[in-house]
């Protein structure tokens, strides 16, 4: 039976034979030779191509906090590199310490490489070497019976008339062929299993490879790999100190350059790119750009401040109220503005003050930006910065009060009066579950809209007007 040996520490007389034969690929050698391809190193290769660079990728692009990305990408070199250099060493590995993938049979021994690893049989003199199926030959003798494995039943059959015309050669009792060593009547039999005729003498038999060898051991201890994976841990701690150290610096300016590219866009939903800034900012990571960060998130608000000093319709009261208001929320915490609108004869809230809250911050967001501007609910024990009273008179008015505050506890109060006039006495409906008068959605839309407009032009000199809305019928 056979025996498995490490290719490197195998005995120099074999190494050399073999190595001889597989630089040749079999020609001149005195046994059948067949090399067999190996996949295995492309398909690394291209993982490993692949690997690498989507990992380093990820980590460069991710936001996570830097020890995390170098994790990543020290997993991705680890990996990746070790793809491409096993696909590296396997294209230039030498004879010496690499088997490759091959198979040969000689007159004593079926030779089977198998990357690190070299199978060998032994052939007795006496054996009979017949085909197995369709990937192996049967070897039997007088003391064992065993199957060597082979690719295919074309090289099944060409091993078989190799032994049978090896034992013809064998006995051989006059003529060229009579008292052969190994080599020379190995060689004999190969050009008779590749010819089917016999050479005219041994000369005709190509034998160039006469370094056969009756010995097959291993010289020593197989090879641990532990230098190797000493170096790559070696290499994994240098990739995470190197990735740890610089993945901080690359995530704050790639953030930043992602801010900065952000402004100015185009964009229908009057976007400015102030929350790519605050996001930036708001990261404690990114510190190598604050200063700049700060500066242009605080110049987003000078084209809408402008705009409201500049326009002659605003209340000179209301108009220094909103600017101060904008100011106050230049920095990079959430610009939040809390709006609260109230009916002073209403208990309980109407679809008037909800419409009304709504169309307010709609407005105001789409004159100054809706990233410049956000709008909530009021805290329940405090006031809105923006507050709307209003009231109905008896004429059929609305009189309404509009206040500015900067902070919610703050006792200074920018402050405006105004009415809405021509406002149609409406029919209330009951409300079924409340008993609270209400006006037809119809009426309500169109009130809403007048109070909507004459506040609006009291704080900032104008009224955006509410987008269109789209059905599937306008598509």
């Not at 830097?66 to 030498?94: D, K, S």
């Not at 198998?114 to 032994?122: A, C, K």
């Not at 000369?203 to 197989?222: F, H, S």
């Not at 009231?391 to 902070?407: E, F, Y």
């Amino acid at each position: 039976m056979g025996q498995s040996f490490d290719y490197s520490a195998l005995n120099s007389e074999a190494k050399k034979y073999l190595g001889d034969v597989r630089r040749a690929a079999g020609r001149g050698a005195p046994g059948i030779y067949m090399g067999q391809s190996d996949n295995r190193p492309i398909w690394a290769a291209l993982l490993g191509i692949v690997v690498l660079p989507l990992f380093l990728w990820i980590g460069y692009t991710s936001s996570k906090a830097p020890w995390a990305t170098a994790m990543l990408q020290t997993a991705g070199v680890l990996l990746g590199g070790w793809l491409i250099w096993f696909a590296v060493r396997r294209w230039f590995a030498n004879t010496d310490s690499y088997a490759g993938y091959f198979q040969y049979f000689d007159s004593e021994h079926a030779f089977r490489g198998e990357g690190e690893t070299i199978r060998v049989d032994q052939i007795p003199p006496d054996a009979e070497v017949v085909p197995h199926g369709t990937n192996a030959v049967l070897v039997r003798s007088e003391m064992d019976e065993y199957a060597v494995p082979v690719p295919n039943r074309v090289l099944a059959e060409q091993v078989a008339d190799y032994y049978h015309a090896l034992a013809w050669v064998r006995d051989r009792k006059d003529g060229p062929f009579v008292d052969l060593d190994n080599d020379e009547a190995g060689a004999v039999a190969k050009y008779i299993a590749e010819e089917d005729e016999a050479p005219a003498n041994v000369n005709e038999a190509d034998l160039r490879i006469d370094t056969m060898t009756d010995r097959v051991t291993q010289k020593g201890r197989a090879k641990t790999g532990l230098l190797g994976l000493l170096l790559w841990l070696v290499i994994g701690g240098a990739s995470y100190a190197l990735f740890s150290s610089t993945n901080g610096g690359f995530q704050d300016d790639m953030a930043f350059n992602a801010a900065k590219g952000n402004i100015g866009k185009e964009s229908q939903e009057k976007f400015t790119g102030a929350q790519g800034l605050r996001d930036y900012l708001l990261n404690p990571r990114n510190t190598r750009h604050r200063d700049e960060a700060t500066e242009l998130l605080a110049k987003l608000y000078d084209p809408p401040i402008a705009q409201v000093k500049a326009n002659p319709n605003a209340d000179p009261e209301m108009r220094k109220g909103i600017v101060e208001l904008l100011e106050s929320i230049k920095g990079p915490d959430t610009p939040a503005v809390s709006i609260s609108v109230v009916d002073r004869d209403a208990p309980m809230v109407t679809n008037l003050q909800k419409g009304l809250r709504s169309r307010f911050a709609d407005g105001i967001a789409t004159a100054v930006g809706k990233d410049l501007i956000v709008f909530g609910e009021k805290p329940a024990d405090k006031p809105a910065l923006i507050t709307i009273l209003y009231t109905r008179n008896s004429s059929g008015s609305i009189d309404w009060t509009l206040q500015i505050r900067l902070k919610a506890d703050d006792s200074m109060v920018y402050q405006a009066l105004g009415t809405t006039a021509a406002v149609t006495q409406p029919t209330f409906q009951l409300q079924p579950q409340f008993g609270q008068p209400e006006l037809p959605a119809s009426e309500t839309d169109s009130t809403t809209e007048m109070i909507y407009s004459d506040v609006m032009f009291k704080l900032i000199g104008q009224a955006p007007a509410k987008p269109p809305v789209f059905t599937n019928d306008d598509w």
